[in-house]
C-alpha cells in the first residue's frame, strides 16, 4: 500500500483551499501598497504616532511601511506565517489521528508496511504540501510586489524572508506531527494545533516588547523568521542552529514514542 500517495490524494483538498486563500490574501494586500502606504502618502507618519511597544511588536520600529519590503513584512508576512503555521499543524497532526479516530488504522498497520514507514511516508506526505504552500504562496507574493512596485527593492532579502519563513511552517507542522502522537481525538487535534501556533505569536510579541522576556526569542519558531529581523539583520545562524535541533528532536521523539505506542482500535 502506498501510504504516501494515499495521503496526498486524501488531503489534496484542503491543501488547494488553504493555498489559494493565502496566496489570493497576500496578492490583494501587495497589490493595496500603492493605494495606502506608495510614495506620496503619508501613513508611516501615522503608524510613528504610535505607542513604542505596538511598533516593536509588529516590526514598525525597524521598517517602513513607504518601502516595499519594510510594508511585506509588516502587514502581508504576518498572515503568511501565522495562517501557514495553522495549516501546516492542522495538517500534519491530522495524519496519524485521523486513522485513529476513522478506525483505519487497524487495516492499515495489517497491511505489509511496518510502523516506520508509515511515519516516514506521513512525513512525506506533509512536508511535500508545506513546500508546495511556501513556493506558490511566496511566488504569488513576488510576483505581486514586480505588477504593483515600480521601484527597486532588495530581493535577497525577500527570499530570504522566504525561506526563513518556509523553514518556520515545518517546524511547527513537525511538532504537530509529534503532538499526534498523543492526542487522536480530532476536536483536541485542532484545538491543540491551533493552541500551539497561538501561543507561540504570543511569546514572540512578548519578546519583542519587553526586554526581560527577550530570552523568548530562542523558544518561539515565530520569532525565527521574524520579518523585521531577517529584512533588516539577514539569516541568523544561531536561530537555524536551534531550528534544526528542534526539527530533528521532535523527529527522533516521533519515531520512537510511535513504534512503542499501543495503538486505538
Same mark, same amino acid.
Given at each position: 500500500m502506498n501510504v504516501l500517495r494515499r495521503d496526498l490524494v486524501r488531503n489534496r483538498r484542503t491543501?488547494? %483551499?488553504?493555498?489559494? =486563500? %493565502?496566496?489570493?490574501?497576500?496578492?490583494?494586500?501587495?497589490?493595496?501598497?500603492?493605494?495606502?502606504?506608495? *510614495?506620496? !502618502? #503619508? %501613513?508611516?507618519?501615522?503608524?510613528?504616532? $504610535? *505607542?513604542?511597544? $505596538?511598533?516593536?511588536? &509588529?516590526?514598525?520600529?525597524?521598517? =517602513?511601511? #513607504?518601502d516595499i519590503l519594510g510594508y511585506f513584512g509588516t502587514e502581508v508576512h504576518i498572515m503568511i506565517i501565522l495562517f501557514g503555521s495553522i495549516f501546516a499543524v492542522l495538517l500534519s497532526s491530522s495524519l496519524l489521528s485521523r486513522e485513529e479516530n476513522e478506525k483505519t488504522i487497524e487495516f492499515l498497520l495489517a497491511r505489509p508496511v511496518s510502523r516506520r514507514q508509515v511515519v516516514t511516508e506521513k512525513l512525506?506526505?506533509?512536508?511535500?504540501? +508545506? @513546500?508546495? &504552500? =511556501? +513556493?506558490v504562496v511566496w511566488t504569488a507574493s513576488y510576483t505581486a510586489i514586480l505588477m504593483s512596485y515600480e521601484g527597486e527593492f532588495d530581493?535577497?532579502?525577500?527570499?530570504? @524572508?522566504? @525561506?526563513? !519563513?518556509?523553514? +518556520?511552517?515545518? !517546524?511547527?507542522? #513537525? @511538532?504537530?506531527?509529534?503532538?499526534? +502522537? $498523543? %492526542?487522536?481525538? #480530532?476536536?483536541?487535534? &485542532? =484545538?491543540?494545533?491551533?493552541?500551539?501556533v497561538l501561543v507561540a505569536y504570543a511569546l514572540q510579541v512578548a519578546a519583542d516588547t519587553s526586554d526581560k522576556?527577550?530570552?523568548?526569542?530562542?523558544? !518561539? *519558531?515565530?520569532k525565527w523568521a521574524g520579518a523585521a529581523d531577517v529584512l533588516t539583520s539577514g539569516i541568523s545562524g544561531t536561530y537555524l542552529v536551534i531550528m534544526l535541533a528542534v526539527n530533528a528532536a521532535a523527529l527522533v521523539a516521533m519515531c520512537v514514542i510511535y513504534s512503542r505506542k499501543d495503538i486505538l482500535v
Open positions: 491543501f488547494l %483551499i488553504w493555498t489559494a =486563500s %493565502i496566496a489570493l490574501l497576500s496578492v490583494w494586500l501587495v497589490s493595496m501598497y500603492s493605494s495606502v502606504a506608495g *510614495p506620496g !502618502t #503619508n %501613513i508611516q507618519q501615522y503608524a510613528e504616532q $504610535f *505607542p513604542e511597544s $505596538f511598533k516593536k511588536a &509588529f516590526g514598525l520600529d525597524r521598517l =517602513s511601511l #513607504n512525506w506526505a506533509y512536508t511535500a504540501y +508545506v @513546500l508546495l &504552500f =511556501s +513556493v530581493a535577497a532579502r525577500f527570499w530570504a @524572508l522566504a @525561506l526563513m !519563513t518556509t523553514l +518556520v511552517l515545518l !517546524t511547527f507542522a #513537525n @511538532l504537530g506531527f509529534l503532538g499526534s +502522537v $498523543f %492526542i487522536t481525538r #480530532n476536536r483536541t487535534v &485542532f =484545538s491543540g494545533a491551533l493552541g500551539l522576556l527577550g530570552f523568548l526569542k530562542y523558544v !518561539t *519558531p515565530m
